[in-house]
């Protein structure tokens, strides 16, 4: 089926655990984007992409990595989770103009 | 940089009524889009209408129109004849439409109870 998916749904993870989370979108838009979700801080950009092997920083991009080889998948890791960490994630794609688009999210917690 | 405010953090409206959800924005970009998305408590992100800052008219879309007012750097959403599956977080978003300065950012969103 067409549109954007994100795995897992739900994590839970250890402090200095190493995750990723996955998003993938069969639209070919050339625009991806990382967010979390929090309680009182609305969504805050992590990191977002053009196209792909281009990456560009957000607002909120400490502790993430992120890379883009195809233009379809754009996964987020989190190098050494801490429980600040703890978030819901949405990935999200667009064309230049109009969309973006949001997957369902991801609620992970770090402990 | 870009900002988004949305200055009312819950409204309350009776069912079958009109309910205006304000949104001012900061930009210093030629072009750029404002977004309006609804988040119910399942948590998914639903897009619910786009308007092009060149626009000459206000985007609609079915019971939900966006009032834009480029002078005034705001993007309100109007939702008509309120429905109870409308109670739900209510977020603006802005994008520029620059290559190279495609950041979507959000305002903190607004809480929409609608009472039967």
Known sequence: ?111 | AQKITQTQPGMFVQEKEAVTLDCTYDTSDPSYGLFWYKQPSSGEMIFLIYQGSYDQQNATEGRYSLNFQKARKSANLVISASQLGDSAMYFCAMRPEVRGSEKLVFGKGTKLTVNP
Not at chain 1, 20 to 35: A, G, K, R, V
């Open chain 1, 1 to 111: 089926d067409a549109g954007i998916t994100q795995s897992p749904r739900y994590k839970i993870t250890e402090t200095g655990r190493q995750v990723t989370l996955m998003c993938h979108q069969t639209w070919s838009h050339s625009y991806m984007f990382w967010y979390r979700q929090d309680l009182g801080h609305g969504l805050r950009l992590i990191y977002y992409s053009a196209a792909a092997d281009i990456t560009d920083k957000g607002e909120v991009p400490d502790g993430y990595v992120v890379s883009r080889s195809k233009t379809e998948n754009f996964p987020l890791t989190l190098e050494s989770a801490t429980r600040s960490q703890t978030s819901v994630y949405f990935c999200a794609s667009s064309a230049l103009a109009g969309g973006p688009f949001f997957g369902p999210g991801t609620r992970l917690t770090v402990l």
